[in-house]
């Protein structure tokens, strides 16, 4: 009942290729009474959500269930909600215009914590009821999953239910317990009941909380038998045995990854001290190269990209990655497809590497030494030694290169005035790296370094989710003070808005008491909180003030070991003591080795039953 006038909107909008769905390999299927539906919400723009894996996985592999349609959405750009709110068009769906509201299951991917404005914006556009407690039979539910879901207690009074772990694991049981559900004349809570059981769903009006008088966490207790104390995380052990779409939707118009990704492997043996993604996602799996080549042909005869990126937290430390990357060439080459490595390592780089995966033509080369000082990637456990990104990089610009991106943090926990001026004295130092090279190589040109710091968020799930966050005058001092060491013209300087990552910090580290100040920040009119045209401070300000909440409460506070945190509820396999242990390895700056070099014990061994990597 909606199309047309959608449609009609579509001329008055900015980019209409993000509305008008259809493209080659998306799927559509009748939606009757007797299936289940699915609307797979990305709280971001169509151009951010295409481009994530996840929604690509689950999308096809849910489709494939004779009983279940599942139908993507995406936060639509100011243009169109104007367009939609003046037309009385509720939200959609991009396959076949049906309210959102009307799905039986609504689910977002929590991927970055400056979404969850636009999480409760896409509620509002719907027609949804915001908290869960509103929320009466014939309403749909309303899930979440993805890395946020390990933290997820802001949204914990918009959200029926989080999924904690692997969704390919977890999503047939889920479904199918709503479909013994529905129809049986039981309550929602009497389904939530149902799925509480399973393992790695969570279920937060089931947990009550309890404060002290200085606003840490007193108690967080389950109130029903069904909720487990803890909620441990879904895994697969095998991962060839994961769910690989054969036919990649193609976009009409240019997304932010307009490419082929190949997932070489989840997980991360490195153990950075800043990096939530590699405790979250461990233990380390990795698919045989003759399943990641079946996969790559499959892609290619599918879709006709052009380039394929071989994905993962750090594409070189895949254990099979030479005898990949020739087969790969095998089929890649002769069609002119470009392979990219994001993800590399400047400890494993090497001269052979960039010359087979610049067969094609050159990609760009992106390094992350993190800190400017080896005794603050020592804190860091970045593993990484000044004289290895100098090798690396020459080697880089003896094969041709003269662009190199260097990726920093500012904010670092023990980082001092010289750590921070140690990341420009390191890009001076690639820049004369490049000057050692023969003329003959360097062929007349230039050379041209960027380096952009973003700003430390202390994240759940680390060994430094106890620190404090920089405040918002130092981490401005600290990039003014770097900026005007920068002379040569050589290095182009990037950094994040302070003001954004306090935030980030916030939402990080938030409990439960967060959700009202989410809904009076959207009703001030924020949303897209990760672009820079939305952004507004003081309205979020101003919903922290009439909420009675004071934001640097989590962002600035130093918290104590024995202090109960918000995400205590998950279990990701990696025991606290584990992190408590490299804090205070951090603190004496002494590294850890790999996974692959020494077990550090951390506890991810759980999944398999004994050592990760024999």
């Given at each position: ?136 039979i014939g309403d749909p539910f309303v899930c979440c999953g993805g890395p946020c879901a390990y933290h997820a207690e802001p949204l914990s009074d918009l959200v029926d239910f989080f999924i904690l ?450």
């Amino acid at each position: 009942m909606y199309k047309k006038k959608f449609e009609a909107c579509l001329k008055r909008v900015q980019k209409p290729a993000r509305y008008i769905g259809n493209e080659f390999n998306s799927i559509h299927k009748e939606m009757t009474s007797d299936m289940m539906s699915f609307a797979f919400c990305f709280p971001d723009v169509y151009e951010v959500g295409m481009s994530h894996l996840g929604i690509k996985i689950l999308y096809h592999m849910m489709n494939e269930w004779e009983d279940t349609v599942c139908e993507r959405v995406f936060a639509p750009w100011d243009d169109m909600e104007q367009e939609m709110k003046k037309e009385g068009i509720p939200l959609l769906s991009l396959e076949s215009y049906t309210p959102v509201r009307e799905f039986d299951m609504v689910g977002f991917t929590l991927q970055y914590e400056m979404s969850y404005s636009n999480i409760v914006n896409m509620l509002k556009l719907a027609g949804i009821p915001l908290r869960t407690r509103e929320r009466k039979i014939g309403d749909p539910f309303v899930c979440c999953g993805g890395p946020c879901a390990y933290h997820a207690e802001p949204l914990s009074d918009l959200v029926d239910f989080f999924i904690l772990g692997e969704g390919e694991d977890i999503m047939r049981e889920i479904m199918q317990a709503y479909k013994e559900w529905r129809g049986s004349g039981r309550t929602r809570e009497e389904y939530l009941e149902t799925i509480a059981k399973i393992e790695g769903i969570y279920v937060p009006s089931f947990y009550d909380v309890e404060y002290n008088d200085d606003n840490t966490i007193k108690s967080f207790e389950p109130n029903r038998d069904c909720a487990p104390k803890k909620v441990k995380k879904r895994i697969i052990l095998n991962f060839d045995d994961t769910y690989i779409p054969e036919k990649l939707i193609v976009p009409f118009m240019e997304v932010v990854h307009d490419r082929i990704m190949l997932e070489l492997f989840r997980g991360c043996i490195r153990g950075c001290r800043f990096c939530q993604a590699g405790y979250i996602y461990r233990p380390v799996r990795e698919r045989s190269v003759k399943r990641l080549v079946g996969a790559a042909r499959n892609a290619i005869d599918a879709t006709g990209y052009e380039e394929m990126t071989l994905s993962s937290l750090s594409t070189s430390d895949y254990t099979c990655l030479f005898e990949l990357i020739d087969e790969l060439l095998k089929i890649t080459v002769d069609k002119r497809i470009n392979l990219s490595l994001p993800s590399l390592r400047v400890d494993n780089f090497s001269m052979e590497l960039m010359e087979k995966v610049q067969k094609v033509k050159k990609s760009g080369l992106t390094f992350a030494p993190e800190a400017g000082t080896q005794r603050l990637r020592d804190v860091i456990n970045k593993n990484v030694r000044e004289e290895e990104l100098i090798r690396t990089t020459s080697i880089a610009f003896e094969g041709g290169y003269n662009r190199v991106k260097l990726y920093f943090m500012m904010g670092l926990p023990t980082e001092t005035d010289d750590d921070v001026l140690g990341i420009g004295d390191l890009a001076d130092k690639v820049i004369d790296a490049f000057y050692q090279v023969p003329p003959e190589k360097r062929k007349g040109r230039s050379v041209t370094v960027t380096v952009s710091t973003s700003l430390f968020v202390p994240k759940p799930f680390t060994p430094f989710q106890w620190e404090p966050q920089n405040r918002i005058s130092e981490l401005e001092r600290k990039a003014s003070m770097l900026s005007k060491s920068i002379t040569n013209r050589k290095i182009i300087y990037n950094w994040h808005s302070s003001q954004v990552s306090f935030l980030e910090a916030v939402f990080a580290k938030g409990d439960r008491r967060l959700g009202e100040v989410l809904i009076s920040a959207v009703e001030f009119g924020c949303k897209f909180d990760g672009w820079t045209d939305f952004f507004d401070y003081e309205k979020w300000m101003k919903a922290f003030e009439i909420n009675g909440i004071d934001p640097e409460f989590y962002a600035y506070r130093r918290i104590g070991y024995d202090e109960i945190l918000p995400w205590d509820y998950a279990d990701i396999g990696v025991n606290k003591s584990f992190f408590i242990a490299e804090h205070k390895r951090a603190y004496e700056e002494k590294t850890t080795p790999s996974c692959r070099e020494k077990c550090a014990g951390c506890g991810a061994a759980q999944f398999g039953g004994g050592v990760c990597f024999e």
